[in-house]
């Protein structure tokens, strides 16, 4: 069992409103805390009908909510959730229309700008009453080129109060990239920006819109932000607005697959299920309250953006950032934090790793007084990262390792305030989520990697598929591998203690004499190595065998000596298995990555087997995989 590295205290754990919450569900809250924690998702999966009213009750959603919270039927796809439901995403996000801050909007350059609630609903709404105006209706789609920036939640939120659909992309996203996934959605309104900046360079991203609008036929007005088309609306009087309540599932948002394997899959979600989702993971496993201040890193590309904004729903504050997270300085993040008294602070694992790697010490060179709870998600956190933050940022906060994605915009797995931390490990199963590790036979496992899965169905699933009339592309990405249990393609395993670990996708996995291995696995052990930057390990198939086949990026001045390699072969065999030890390590300069900032493993794998990449649009750099195409070390043997 891992070794525990954080407890909360008696006072964190009294004012933890899970304790409320499992008295209002009938479960005692004087038990112990993992008694009682046990008892609570075990309650919320038996009983998720009852469950997920509580939440609604406990989470004081505006809306009617109808007398059927749930009509189960045999497949996942066939249950509706509070089908006699009505409700206003927006409504619920801006409530409260008060002097209390809502966003502080910080960049690289060191502008700051802040939105009170009553201001956040002003524009909102005028952006709202703007797109009326336009002639956009319940269901028309609004699609957005805008960094993490103010108004980048403005007119998601104005889209969303008169039930059209909201989708976005970064700036950062290529042409293709952006064509490839509004061409599918055909979008009446097209919101942008006129630049952007990272890592001090100015991003034209005007002009790249204006180049792609041709390819957009179905745009009929584009607004820039930071123009006077922009800032002009707003202006009509909204004495007499009033939401429209929507059906539960109403369409609320269009996210998307990578797109690695194909055109990005766009995925629709409904606002009742989203809003109760992050409800819970908000004010039960992050404990959030009024008033707090929560941070992520992230772009408009990524599901984390949609969960960082739906944090206005607890009356909390959400801190933006756009640009470099280590511009001007590797610290940033870090100072912001600290000046905007950050309480709840979340960026990828790779951010973690990387700040640890230049000798970032926040507990040394910041105030984090007001920080409660750390969140990582992006990939598997290491457990080297763990002893990154309680030793160098700060030993007294929740450190949440959370895992669940776009699919499901939420979590399977994630933090919970009342249980201890255990070193690389994510802490519990969401309640109401009956998430299990399944083996290569179906049946459930724990102590051994295996297949993450859902049993039961759960309010935040995809409402649907875009352009996918009879469901085929939705049935075939989630209950393929095994008859109506949601298959959610990440290589886990279930801990003795309750939690989790995340080994890698499970396309990803590695197969050596027919033993899979995560690549997370690889990546514990090779990333610690003080000269390496980065790893990625794949698969070269030869003789129906595999040999695994290690790349790595080294830090600027470090170089990939004889020893080195060495060494890494040597504590893999020691520390994990024989089978874990590569056939090749070669050096490479960069590895190709989706433009959210995930490593393509299987990209590379095709790379060094000269099979077709498809859909290069979806990668970041698709530049860097010349390397790996030519490399004299493969055979094309994949038998």
């Avoid at 809306?63 to 189960?72: D, P, W, Y």
């Avoid at 607005?241 to 194909?262: C, D, K, M, Q």
């Avoid at 763990?386 to 906060?397: A, L, T």
């Avoid at 895992?403 to 070193?423: E, M, Q």
């Amino acid at each position: 069992m891992n070794p525990i590295v954080w407890k909360p205290s008696g006072e964190g754990m009294a004012k933890a409103a899970l304790l409320p919450f499992s008295q209002r569900c009938g479960v005692d809250s004087s038990l112990p805390p993992e008694d009682l924690y046990r008892d609570l998702h075990r309650w919320s999966i038996t009983h998720p009908e009852r469950f997920w009213r509580q939440i609604w009750n406990f989470g004081k959603v505006i809306g009617e909510q109808g007398e059927l919270s749930t009509r189960f039927c045999n497949h996942f796809l066939d249950t509706k959730w509070f089908p006699d439901a009505r409700l206003n995403f927006a409504e619920n996000l801006l409530r409260d229309a008060d002097d209390r801050l809502a966003i502080i909007a910080c960049n690289e350059r060191g502008d700051r700008r802040m939105l009170t609630r009553r201001e956040l609903r002003s524009q909102s709404l005028g952006f709202a009453q703007w797109l009326r105006e336009q002639g956009v209706q319940s269901g028309d789609r609004v699609a957005a080129v805008l960094p993490n920036v103010a108004e980048a939640i403005i007119a998601m939120l104005g889209t969303a109060a008169i039930g059209a659909v909201w989708s976005s992309c970064s700036p950062d996203f290529g042409d293709d990239a952006i064509c490839d996934r509004f061409q599918q959605i055909e979008p009446k309104v097209l919101v942008t920006i006129q630049t952007a900046s990272y890592f001090g360079k100015t991003i034209d991203v005007l002009a790249k819109v204006e180049g792609i609008l041709p390819r957009l036929p179905s745009v009929q007005r584009m607004v820039v932000v930071g123009t006077e088309s922009f800032e002009t609306i707003g202006s009509t009087d909204l004495s007499g607005f009033n939401y429209e309540r929507f059906p539960f599932a109403h369409p609320l948002a269009i996210l998307y697959s990578s797109g690695t394997t194909g055109a990005p899959k766009c995925i629709v979600h409904g606002a009742g299920g989203t809003l109760l989702q992050h409800l819970k993971e908000h004010q039960l496993h992050c404990n959030l309250k009024p008033g707090d201040r929560l941070f992520y890193y992230t772009t408009t590309g990524w599901m984390m953006w949609n969960w960082l904004t739906s944090a206005l729903a607890s009356q909390a504050a959400i801190v933006l950032y756009d640009g470099s997270p280590l511009h001007p300085s590797s610290d940033a993040l870090w100072k912001l934090a600290s000046e905007e008294g950050v309480t709840h602070f979340g960026a990828s694992a790779k951010y973690y790793a990387a700040v640890e790697k230049v000798g970032i010490k926040p507990r040394e060179s910041v105030g984090l007084s007001k920080l409660r709870v750390v969140m990582s998600t992006g990939s598997p956190l290491l457990p080297e990262s763990f002893d990154y933050v309680y030793r160098d940022v700060k030993s007294d906060v929740l450190l949440a390792s959370i895992s669940g994605g776009t699919d499901i915009i939420s979590c399977f797995a994630l933090g919970c305030p009342i249980l201890p931390v255990r070193r690389g490990e994510l802490q519990v199963k969401g309640l109401g989520m009956d998430a299990r590790v399944f083996n290569d036979d179906g049946c459930a496992v724990v102590g051994e990697p295996g297949e993450l899965v859902c049993i039961s169905p759960f309010p935040s699933m995809p409402v649907a598929f875009w352009n996918d009339p009879d469901g085929a592309k939705y049935r075939a990405a989630y209950f393929e591998r095994f008859d109506n249990i949601w298959c959610h393609g990440d290589w886990a395993e279930e801990t003795p203690s309750g939690g989790f670990v995340i080994h890698g996708r499970s396309d990803a996995t590695l197969n050596p004499s027919g033993v899979r291995i995560g690549t997370a696995e690889i990546y514990n052990q090779v990333e610690s190595f003080d000269g390496v930057a980065e790893a990625l390990a794949t698969a070269n198939r030869r003789g129906g065998d595999e040999r695994i086949v290690l790349f790595l990026r080294m830090k600027p001045g470090c170089a990939m000596t004889a020893d080195l390699v060495r060494e890494i072969k040597q504590r893999l065999r020691s520390r994990c298995s024989p089978r874990h030890v590569p056939t090749f390590v070669i050096e490479a300069a960069d590895f190709p990555r989706t433009i959210s900032g995930k490593l393509s493993e299987i990209a590379v794998r095709n790379a060094i087997h000269q099979q077709p990449i498809r859909n290069l649009a979806a990668l970041a750099n698709p530049e860097s995989l010349l390397f790996f195409q030519t490399r004299p070390e493969f055979s094309a043997d994949i038998s």
